[in-house]
């Protein structure tokens, strides 16, 4: 089982960034996707989350508006569109996947600064 994310790096405030996640080793469209990130000295927390058929989203009252969670289960792939970005967004952004069991990605560094 892989969760692979990409797409982080360094952007200015008010920018955008769109991260990747790619699911290899699991049947990708009977999980539930979220993308979750942790901030220097801060907790793991909930950004987004989608079901297994892309029908129904979630998310975080911070990213509501500028976020985006979608997902391509032809590509075993969920993806993140992040605009307006903030400092307050600077975060590893990690990836996981959930249905009998959970699993994470390693996360990819997401850094807004002007």
């Known amino acids: 089982v892989q969760l692979v994310e990409s797409g982080g790096g360094l952007v200015q405030p008010g920018g955008s960034l769109r991260l990747s996640c790619a699911a290899s080793?699991?049947?990708?469209?009977?999980?539930?996707m979220s993308w979750y990130r942790q901030g220097p000295g801060k907790e793991r927390e909930l950004v987004a989350g989608?079901?297994?058929?892309?029908?129904?989203?979630n998310y975080a009252d911070p990213v509501k508006g500028r976020f985006t969670i979608s997902r391509d289960n032809a590509k075993n792939t969920v993806y993140l569109q992040m605009n307006s970005l903030k400092p307050e967004d600077t975060a590893v952004y990690y990836c996981?996947?959930?249905?009998?069991?959970?699993?994470w990605g390693q996360g990819t560094q997401v850094t807004v600064s002007s």
């Open positions: 996981s996947a959930r249905f009998l069991t959970l699993y």
């Open positions: 080793g699991f049947t990708f469209s009977r999980y539930h």
């Open positions: 989608i079901s297994s058929s892309g029908g129904s989203t």
